[in-house]
C-alpha cells in the first residue's frame, strides 16, 4: 500500500522552529514527478508552500513561504522534511506532504493536482 508518512508536528513557541518529515513506505519517490508541502489554517482552504521537482531537484516555493521555509530531501532515507524557522501564530494549522505522477504546475502547487497524501501533521505556534 502506498503511504506518506508524516512525522514532526507539535507546539511551539512565536519564533521557534519545527521540522517535519514526509517519508514514502511502499513506493518511492522517483515513481513520482513532485512532492509538495501544504498546510490548511483552521477555517481556510489547503495551501501550498513548497515543490520538489524529482527530475532535477528544483525547489518552488510559495513568495509567502519563502524565508522562513526549507524544503530538502533525503533520497538515501525516502524522505522530505519542511525546515520551519522563525514560527508565528499564524503558521498555526495541519500540514500535509503530497506526490504527483500526473500533470502539474510546479510553481501553482494546487493540491487538487496531487493525489497521494500523507495524514497531515498538528503545528501549533502559541506564545
Known amino acids: 500500500q502506498l503511504q506518506l508518512v508524516q512525522s514532526g508536528g507539535g507546539s511551539v513557541r512565536p519564533g521557534g522552529s519545527l521540522t517535519l518529515t514526509c517519508a514514502a513506505a511502499?513506493?518511492?519517490?522517483?515513481?513520482?514527478?513532485?512532492v509538495a508541502w501544504f498546510r490548511q489554517a483552521p477555517g481556510k482552504e489547503r495551501e501550498g508552500i513548497s515543490c520538489?521537482?524529482?527530475?532535477?531537484?528544483?525547489?518552488h516555493y510559495k513568495d509567502s513561504m519563502k524565508g522562513r521555509f526549507t524544503m530538502s530531501r533525503d533520497a538515501a532515507k525516502n524522505s522530505f522534511y519542511l525546515q520551519m524557522n522563525n514560527m508565528r501564530l499564524e503558521d498555526t494549522g495541519v500540514y500535509y506532504c503530497?506526490?504527483?505522477?500526473?500533470?502539474?504546475?510546479?510553481?501553482?502547487?494546487?493540491?487538487?493536482?496531487?493525489?497521494?497524501w500523507g495524514r497531515g501533521t498538528q503545528v501549533t505556534v502559541s506564545p
Open positions: 503530497a506526490a504527483v505522477d500526473g500533470p502539474y504546475s510546479f510553481q501553482d502547487i494546487d493540491p487538487d493536482a496531487y493525489d497521494t
Open positions: 520538489f521537482r524529482l527530475d532535477d531537484g528544483r525547489i
Open positions: 511502499g513506493f518511492t519517490f522517483p515513481d513520482y514527478n513532485a
